[in-house]
């Protein structure tokens, strides 16, 4: 899924939409925000439950489906945002690469478009449907 942003206003090189209420997410991302803050690295984090979304032009669903990364004005998505993600951080340029050889990206990418990434969605879908029930209670 490429899709290229011109307007979309933002002093970061790198910019990525996830699902801060997702504890597998956020723990992923904080992880990765922590790096890039100690190492001053232009990538900013946006959690997908803010008024920041907005910007991004994705409904909450579609957003909470899968990781989403903007760089230099083209969005990415799944493991192809986790490699532009990446790439743009010293310490894992050799992950970037080694999940972007040939054969290993497909498998990855099937991997999270068909096994991890609905998983982790519908675990999402769950908590919100708790949420909902106790606010309702």
């Known amino acids: 899924m490429l899709h290229y942003f ?3 206003e933002n002093s970061a090189k790198t ?3 996830y699902n801060a ?3 597998v997410c956020n723990f992923e ?4 925000a922590r790096y890039a803050d100690a190492n001053d690295l232009p990538i900013r984090f946006d959690d997908l439950n ?3 979304r907005a910007k991004w032009g994705l409904d909450a669903d579609t957003a909470a489906r899968r990781l989403y990364v903007l760089h230099e004005g083209t969005l990415t998505s799944g493991i192809p945002a986790f490699l532009v993600l990446w790439a743009q951080m010293p310490k894992y ?3 970037a690469r080694m999940v972007g050889f040939p054969g290993i990206k497909q498998i ?4 999270y478009d ?3 990434a609905p998983a982790i969605y519908r675990w999402h879908l769950r908590r919100l449907r708790k949420q909902t029930a106790r606010a309702r209670d």
């Not at 990855?108 to 991997?111: E, G, T, Y």
């Open 6 to 8: 011109r307007n979309m």
């Open 15 to 17: 910019s990525v939409l």
């Open 21 to 23: 209420t997702c504890p």
């Open 29 to 32: 991302i904080q992880h990765y």
């Open 50 to 52: 803010s008024d920041a």
């Open 93 to 95: 340029r050799w992950l």
């Open 108 to 111: 990855a990418c099937v991997a």
């Open 114 to 116: 068909h096994v991890l």
